[in-house]
C-alpha cells in the first residue's frame, strides 16, 4: 500500500514538472523576461557587493595609514594632475 502511494506521488511530480516545462517553453516572453530580470539582479547584486568590498577596503586602509608603496605611488599620481 505505502509503495503504491509512493508511485502515485512520484508520477504526480512528474507530471507537475512536465506542466511546468511545457508552460515555460511555450511562452517564450516570460522565458525572455525572467531572464532579463535574473540578469539584472545577478548585475545589481555584484555591483553592490563590489561597492560595499571596495568601500570597506578603502576605510581599512584609510585607518591603518594606508600602503607606503602604493601610497606614495597615489600621491604622486594626484600631485601630477592638474587641478580646478
Not at 511546468?20 to 555591483?47: E, K, M, N, Q
Not at 597615489?74 to 587641478?83: A, V, W
Amino acid at each position: 500500500m505505502l509503495n503504491e502511494m509512493e508511485q502515485k506521488e512520484k508520477v504526480d511530480r512528474v507530471e507537475r514538472l512536465i506542466t511546468a516545462l511545457d508552460r515555460a517553453y511555450h511562452r517564450p516572453g516570460l522565458l525572455v523576461w525572467r531572464g532579463f530580470l535574473i540578469g539584472l539582479a545577478s548585475g545589481l547584486g555584484a555591483t553592490i557587493g563590489a561597492a560595499i568590498v571596495l568601500a570597506l577596503l578603502g576605510f581599512l586602509l584609510r585607518e591603518f595609514g594606508g600602503l607606503p608603496v602604493i601610497g606614495n605611488w597615489l600621491n604622486s599620481i594626484s600631485n601630477s594632475l592638474p587641478t580646478r
